[in-house]
């Protein structure tokens, strides 16, 4: 079940078999993410590239941190690249007034 204990251990396991494998490192900082676990999400996303999603992450990961300009600039990049959910976590950022 996505968010059980179960789930998040299989993406735990592979980031420390594959420690330098950026889709191992990207799911496992959504994990670490999900669990507000912020610096930990940070030190996976150094190693997860600059694949659409792992720009949309770092976006979040900006935006959980208060660094709204960063979130919208990283989401606009996101977005150009296909990632649908990076236009629409600006809009939520508009909304709330915490985005120009």
Known sequence: EPGSDEYCEVFEVAVRMYPDD???NLNAANIALGRN???????YLSKAGNAPEAVYARGILAAKRGDYADAVRLFDDASTSGVSQASEAVGQLRELGLAE
């Open 22 to 24: 950026p889709v191992a």
């Open 37 to 43: 676990e912020l610096e930990r999400a940070a030190g």
